[in-house]
């Protein structure tokens, strides 16, 4: 089940004209189509409670591994019961179309979390990564591996609960399915496991892999091997190793460091021996942090910097040069406003001129708030200046920028805090390229994460 805010349900006459009835369930808006099926927000009718309602049609006739694939994910949502999974409610055929309906989870895709906040903290790490260990737990014990696991397939409600989802590729030995299907190469490149590349066998060991692979991009911002076409990252994944997580990242504890590089180990011998063992490290790690302030809930990007360090938008992990470049400001500040006080008090230059410090009533008017910003007190000249040049500077980046987006949005997010009061044409400008590099890191990231289609022309994240 797709992350549930890629398009919010429509309301418009002309979405219920095309709308497919389902009978017992009334279509309220879609939220994820692919070439071979569509997951739309329903209700059902009986029962008054909201499912996604995924649907595959009969006609024309599906083909074998798409057939294949729908059925058994339902059948091991049906299997495996566990928080961190959705619940099946029913599953079956009618009005021309195969249908699935599931437990509709509110939330958004950890892969689209990323794209909108940047790369997370080591204590978001662990608590995602805790609750996927869980649900890997589960389908391990009833003899499920996941195969494709991602975090596009990792849903995050508001509540912080992570559902693990997309389920097509999964291998289940207490079902008779086809052997064919479970031969040939399937996955996403970037997350697959070497033994399942070389296509020998796979089994829970090779989810673990891929655990290592996601938290990896959570804490860098990157998966490790990033760039070249699907076939070259899998080679890497044969014969690279990746470049420690701790010199991309390096307020990372040496402990958490440690399991992601063992979950990663090319040799399935050498990682850890199990999810539950995934489990019980990461609960130690979890034991020393607290998660009452942690937020997952979409929040715009002009508020996020006023929340704590989880929320904001801007964490990158380097917390020393944060400290070091506030401080700088604050002493900056300090000093222009002392220069100021010394410059245009006349009770120390002893030009007193009684009109200009006149009090007024206190209830004739009401003084305005100080502007909230790093050169509040600051002649207006001084502020212009200091602002041309760092436009000039961030222009001067711009070829870096281009290869680092997320430095190209904090940078020209500061530059906007900096200075409030621009022009009407540089802040234009700066919000323009805001939105450039937005787009370039979400187009980045999806390519990194797209994926080859079969033998058969379908899509491999099903």
Known sequence: MPPTNLKQPSESKAFFATAPRIAGYTILGTLYKSSVCTIYKARQDRLGRLVALKLLPELPPPSDVALERFNRSAYVFAQVVHANLPV????????????????????????????ERGRSSERRAVWVGLQVARALVALHEKGVVHRNLKPKNFLIEGDGR?????????????????????????????????????????????DLYALGISLYLMVTGRPPF???????????????????????????????????HE??????????????EAVRR????????TYADLCFAS??????????????????????????????CAVLVLGLLAMGLLKFSPALTGALEPKAFVVPPPAATVMPAAPNHAYAGVPTQSVQLKRDAELARL???????????????????????LFPDMPTSVRDEAAQRIVTYRRLAAERLENQTRQPADANGEHMDF
């Open 395 to 417: 222009k001067e980046l711009e070829a870096v920028f281009l290869r680092d987006h997320w430095r190209g949005i904090r940078e020209w997010e500061s530059f906007q805090r």
């Open 88 to 115: 099946l409610f029913e599953t079956g055929t009618a009005d021309g179309f195969h249908f699935v309906a599931l437990e509709y989870c509110q939330g958004v895709s950890l892969q689209d979390f990323l794209i």
């Open 263 to 276: 979950l990663m180990h090319k040799d399935p011998e050498r990682r850890l021996e199990s999810a539950r």
């Open 299 to 328: 929040v715009p990007r002009s508020a996020q910097a006023e929340r704590s360090l989880p929320c904001a938008p801007w964490v990158n992990g380097i917390k020393s040069l944060g400290i070091f470049t506030a401080s700088l």
């Open 162 to 206: 992570v559902r693990v989802i997309g389920l097509g590729l999964a291998k289940c030995d207490a079902a008779c399915f086809s052997r064919n299907l479970d031969t040939q190469t399937i996955g996403t490149p970037h997350y697959m496991a070497p033994e399942m590349i070389r296509g020998c066998y796979t089994d829970p060991r090779s």
């Open 282 to 289: 990461l609960e130690s790690l979890g034991s020393r942090h």
């Open 226 to 260: 990033a760039k070249g076409i699907p076939a070259a990252v899998m080679a890497k994944h044969l014969y690279e190793a990746p470049q420690p997580v701790r010199h991309l990242a390096p307020e990372l504890s040496e402990e958490f460091a440690a399991l992601v």
